[in-house]
């Protein structure tokens, strides 16, 4: 008995339950075209984060399988469960090939271009844990690619009529600065032997992740900016440019994080760690909640 709840125990931690927070952005279609409270979309929707929930673990299993022996040299990353020893490895392989035989159909029960795109997530993420993790720039833009899928299957599920393509920019964008900060931060927190434990880390410099991380701050700020005050979903009233100073506080506070704190290993941890991060995005929510749905006027624009 102590040895099955020590697999299950093991591979709910291999399922990263504080990491699947990201699939949050499965619900921007359902708030930004205003169909909160549309309660059978409300229903599929939250059916579609926890299909993406599963499938995002099974992507999990895989890399951390992936990657076991290199694992266990890590500081931080020795301490999973597979490096560990706390989850045999034919555990996980059996839960990965159980959970995509339940989440694909469902997937495809709710809309056939949901299965779509979460199959097409999924083996992105295959190609980043074989291939794609091993070539510069690549690896960053495949990680943001994931996130826009996100928000893509959520537009889908949600039957979205009036969300805007400057979205799909913006998260982009933002995906590409945490992905970036994260390898920042795997540099700093390896220091020289960043190389055997992951060698695309050979290819950056702590100089260059600093510049690309100005050029993406700057374009998400400009992109949000851009988003809030030309959307055609929006309110007429543009009340969704008072949201802009939260964004701009909450890029800089991530940056301070980053730069200054050297944080940065695992975004949704400073979500949660973070105080002021966590108020500003909690603030940032309710303004777009109270633009969208309370102080509402109509589009300007058909």
Known sequence: MKLILRNVWGLLRTLRPKQQVKNVFVFAALVFDRKLTVWPLLGKTVL???????????VYIINDLVDLEKDKLHPKKRRRALPSGQLKPWVAVAAAVAILAVCLPVAYWLHPYFFGIVFGYFLLNLAYSF???????????????GFVL??????????????SPWLYVCMTFLALFMAIGKRRHEMILLAGSAESHRKILNQYTIPYLDQMIIVVVTATLIAYSLYTATAGNLPCNHGMLLTIPF??????????LVQVKGEGGAPEDMLFTDRPFLIDVVLWALSVLLVMYVFYSPPCSP
Do not use: N
């Not at 579609?48 to 099974?58: I, Y």
């Not at 291939?131 to 690619?145: P, Q, Y």
């Open 48 to 58: 579609a984060f926890l299909v993406f929930c599963l499938v995002a673990g099974t």
């Open 131 to 145: 291939c794609l993790k091993h070539v510069v720039i690549l690896d960053v833009m495949t990680i943001a690619a």
């Open 150 to 163: 996100r928000v893509a299957a959520g537009v889908v599920v949600a039957d979205a009529e009036r969300f």
């Open 247 to 256: 964004v701009i506080y909450g890029m800089f506070r991530y940056l301070y």
